[in-house]
């Protein structure tokens, strides 16, 4: 069973640094395209950035030189570092997969298309 877990979340001041997780069973990162998203409360979800199936990263315009996605193969968990967070950083953060896909067919900018979420994760920036 294919399951998404992230953590890591919390408060933090203008600023500050965040690390999230994303744990995955069932299937390995390593073979597989995934991404990081975010939605604040009133807007559409975004893309903040995603490993691509040759294991290149992209992120988003709003996040670049700020996060930084990882990965542990050995765990089978992908990081998402947040450097230089800011009030606009507030949202509840989600961690999905696409699954044994080749090509990986899912949009990263919206998130439609991929096959597993996880719960979420909510980080809070205060000025």
């Known amino acids: 069973q294919v399951q998404l877990l992230e953590s890591g979340g919390g408060s933090v001041q203008s600023g500050g640094s965040l690390r999230l997780s994303c744990a995955a069973s069932?299937?390995?990162?390593?073979?597989?395209?995934m991404g990081w998203f975010r939605q604040a409360p009133g807007k559409e979800r975004e893309g903040v950035g995603n490993?691509?199936?040759?294991?290149?990263?992209t992120y988003s315009d709003s996040v670049e030189g700020r996060f930084t996605i990882s990965q542990d193969n050995a765990k089978n968990i992908v990081y998402l570092q947040m450097n230089s967070l800011n009030f606009e950083d507030t949202a509840m953060y989600y961690c999905?997969?696409?699954?044994?896909?080749?090509?990986?067919?899912?949009?990263?900018?919206?998130?439609?298309?991929?096959?597993?979420w996880g719960q979420g994760t909510q980080v809070t920036v205060s000025t």
């Open positions: 999905a997969a696409e699954v044994a896909r080749d090509p990986c067919l899912g949009d990263y900018a919206a998130g439609r298309g991929l096959d597993y």
């Open positions: 069932g299937f390995t990162f390593n073979r597989n395209c």
């Open positions: 490993i691509n199936k040759d294991g290149s990263i």
